[in-house]
Nanobody, 124 residues
Framework: QVQLVESGGGSVQAGGSLTLSCTSS????????MGWFRQAPAKEREFVAA????????DYKDSVKGRFSISRDTAKNTVYLQMNSLEPEDTAAYYC?????????????????WGQGTQVNVSS
């Protein structure tokens, strides 16, 4: 019922910036908490950032705090991940996800819908 499409990935040098976008179908975008996860080769998918349905609450993986910023635009049904001061360790496929529960939002299980992923490569 909900389709998520990510965009904005690419290659950047360390210290650079990228902004990822995730656009949701449907008219119930504001009812979903949104999260960003990433997965590097041979690594498990890990939580990056999340924003609550009304945008009141946000949360970040410790290693991206101060560098990444999550936001949402209800009029555009879009959630963004602004990534600054990128490091090679940020290289991964990034996925957005939508869920109805904020409980355990750092885990993948609460999210019902996932995007196809967008690749971010950060060179040293």
């Amino acid at each position: 019922q909900v389709q998520l499409v990510e965009s904005g990935g690419g290659s950047v040098q360390a210290g650079g910036s990228l902004t990822l976008s995730c656009t949701s179908s449907g008219r119930t975008f504001s009812s979903y908490h949104m999260g960003w996860f990433r997965q590097a080769p041979a690594k498990e998918r890990e939580f990056v950032a999340a924003i609550s349905d009304r945008g009141v609450r946000t949360d970040y993986k410790d290693s991206v705090k101060g560098r990444f910023s999550i936001s949402r635009d209800t009029a555009k049904n879009t959630v963004y991940l602004q990534m600054n001061s990128l490091e090679p360790e940020d290289t991964a496929a990034y996925y957005c996800a939508a869920g109805r529960s904020w409980l355990l939002h750092t885990a993948a299980a609460p999210y019902d819908y996932w995007g196809q992923g967008t690749q971010v490569n950060v060179s040293s």
